[in-house]
């Protein structure tokens, strides 16, 4: 099982940055799909989670308005974006995809880093104001 996130940067405060991370290895039909971000000596935040269909979304206050998950489903990948506008320097972080099994496929997203059980390797975001 391999999720590969990519797209981190720097970028000065109001720009914009787009994430992505292909899933692959394994089925993951049915699996909700979620982005979390890590600053030095913080734990792990929820930002951002997509149901299979992505008929379901969540996203954190702290991004709302400004941040976007999408998701697209291939016949051996799945692939979730992250779009990040008006970023922050608040937002620099090590931002990382995470995948569940597909226990989320009828329930509510959840936005705690233990139900996810597939974990990209993060990508830095740098933020400068």
């Known amino acids: 099982v391999q999720l590969q996130a990519s797209g981190g940067g720097l970028v000065q405060a109001g720009g914009s940055l787009r994430l992505s991370c292909a899933a692959s290895?394994?089925?993951?039909?049915?699996?909700?799909l979620g982005w979390f971000r890590q600053a030095p000596g913080k734990e792990r935040e929820f930002v951002a989670a997509i149901s299979w269909s992505g008929g379901r979304k969540d996203v954190s206050d702290s991004v709302k308005g400004r941040f976007t998950i999408s998701r697209v489903n291939d016949v051996n990948t799945v692939t979730v974006y992250l779009q990040m506008n008006s970023l922050k320097p608040e937002d620099t972080s090590v931002y990382f995809c995470?995948?569940?099994?597909?226990?989320?496929?009828?329930?509510?997203?959840?936005?705690?880093?233990?139900?996810?059980?597939?974990w990209g390797q993060g990508t830095l975001v740098t933020v400068s104001s």
């Open positions: 995470a995948a569940d099994r597909g226990t989320m496929r009828y329930t509510e997203l959840s936005r705690s880093p233990s139900e996810y059980d597939y």
């Open positions: 290895g394994r089925t993951f039909v049915g699996s909700a």
